[in-house]
């Protein structure tokens, strides 16, 4: 009997379960749409009840699918900065805000710089509105009822399995990226607690990711067909694991992921963080831990260009004649901040600019000015990076913007790096998947997956392109730098 092993995956836009064998291919997937609200202006938010219902949705039509196979474990990914509030029985008494809500961005342009450094040196999350310590302060200091009457509060993942294991327990990826957790101790930070008003014993237990959480509900098992004594893997955050889940795990080997958003990231031996506070670093296991820095402004951006030029026409159809276009735009720079910015600048009241525009300026121009500005955004991200790590070696890139090769080349252009695509999509599904897998003991080590990621191609750069970017990005640096002080 063939042999599988699941990824549930939890995203900001959809809920994925993922069977693979144990060289990395798909064998079955199923997908649901999560839909975000915005209740007030700044307030994102997303239903837990409605995306628990679609996570039984999913697993039901994986299991069903692998009826003839045997299923060896599932393990789970989720996106971070997730934060609800819930009574005893882990009940929502609040939506679940996610990381773009940005309802306490005033309250983080008035923290204390020295209370910030502190904070940001003991738990390596950057003060930020994603954060659930500023969520949670927001709350405390606006008498937020949902706060007020809270008996616990659960991340997505934490919810899920409180309602299906009635187990509290967090992994440190997820605990880390909390904003209240001692990336040193890797225990809950009093400091961080006394500023968001927490109890300990309102949070989760800390484990690691190869953790094994037991006592399936019954009915739910029965309901979802799940595979008698199928282990149940509390797995990492999709950083961490997207980085696994394409081989980007030892020193100098770099993920970039970019979708609507995007992030470039690096795990490292221990835990460190800069100085000047421009990057994360989130635990991962006991002894090693991912950096890196998150951008709002990925795909986004070109979406945005595209619906303000009110182009009706397919995304390939909007990117053609970009690459006929010379390296810079000739001369349109653009700095993407127009979903306000995490990594390099950490402000949701960053704006975006086009510097440079004339009147022999078209849509190609645009195009390729935008994409060159997604890339140099990462670039800038990347030197943070090297700061604590060094340059990278090799870079693994996939998200939504991957199927560009015109951005591909752009990217390893301004990188002066190889850059190695896989040949699927499902990067933190097939990293949870692995870490099931070594719970499990059914392979020995994370650094095994390595001989089980399927590379679909590998775009090298052109050396003469990297040096004439080299320009241009000093060009985008010193603009971008200067508007900083009109946000």
Avoid at 186 to 196: C, K, V
Avoid at 347 to 367: E, I
Avoid at 464 to 484: G, L, M, P, S
């Amino acid at each position: 009997m063939e042999e599988v092993v699941i990824g549930l995956d939890f995203g900001t836009t959809s809920v994925k379960a993922v069977a693979f064998d144990l060289q990395g291919k798909v064998k079955v997937e199923a997908e649901q749409l999560i839909e975000t609200y915005y209740p007030e202006p700044s307030f994102v938010e997303q239903k837990p009840n409605e995306i628990e219902a679609s996570t039984r949705e999913v697993l039901k039509d994986v299991f069903a699918k692998t009826k003839d196979k045997k299923v060896l474990a599932v393990g789970i990914s989720c996106a971070m900065h997730s934060l609800i509030c819930v009574d005893k029985e882990g009940t929502p008494l609040s939506d679940m805000s996610i990381w773009s809500d940005g309802r306490s961005s005033e309250l983080v342009a008035n923290l204390d710089p020295a209370v910030k450094k502190s904070v940001y040196s003991k738990t390596g999350t950057p003060i930020h509105p994603m954060s659930p310590l500023l969520k949670l302060m927001w709350m405390k200091e606006n008498d937020y009822q949902p706060y007020q009457q809270a008996v616990y509060f659960m991340s997505l993942k934490e919810y899920l399995l409180f309602k299906w294991f009635g187990k509290r327990v967090i992994d440190y990826s997820m605990a880390s990226a909390t904003g209240l957790m001692n990336v040193k101790s890797l225990d809950w930070e009093d400091e961080a607690l006394d500023l968001a008003g927490v109890k300990r014993s309102q949070l989760s237990t800390i484990v690691g990711p190869t953790a094994v959480v037991e006592g399936l509900n019954q009915d739910i098992a029965a309901e979802l067909g799940w595979p008698k004594g199928t282990p149940l893997v509390i797995g990492a955050a999709d950083g961490q694991l997207a980085n696994l889940g394409n081989g980007a795990i030892k020193p100098g080997e770099v993920a970039v992921t970019v979708g609507t958003s995007g992030a470039i990231r690096q795990l490292i031996s221990g835990q460190q963080v800069n100085d000047n506070g421009e990057t994360f670093s989130y635990a991962f296991t006991s002894d090693t831990s991912i950096i890196g820095g998150p951008t709002n402004n990925g795909g986004i951006a070109l979406q945005w260009l595209k619906d303000m030029m009110e182009f009706g026409g397919s995304h390939e159809q909007f990117l053609a004649g970009a690459e006929n276009v010379e390296i810079g735009a000739d001369g349109l720079l653009f700095v993407p901040y127009v979903n306000g910015e995490r990594a390099p600048v950490w402000n949701q009241n960053a704006r975006g600019n086009f510097y440079g525009l004339s009147v022999t300026h078209r849509r190609p121009q645009l195009v390729r000015a935008v994409l060159e500005g997604i890339v140099f955004n990462l670039y800038q991200i990347g030197q943070s990076l090297e700061e604590i790590a060094g340059a990278p070696t090799t870079i693994s890139v996939n998200g939504g913007l991957s199927k560009s090769p015109l951005w591909v080349q752009i990217l390893a252009d301004v990188f002066g790096k190889e850059i190695q695509l896989a040949d699927t999509h499902h990067g933190a599904a097939w990293g949870a998947s692995w870490t099931a897998l070594v719970a499990i003991g059914k392979v020995e080590s994370f650094e095994q997956i390595k001989e089980n990621i399927p590379i679909d191609q590998v775009v090298k750069p052109n050396m003469k392109n990297h040096e004439r970017y080299k320009a241009v990005f000093t060009k985008y640096q010193q603009i971008a730098k200067d508007i900083e002080k009109y946000f």
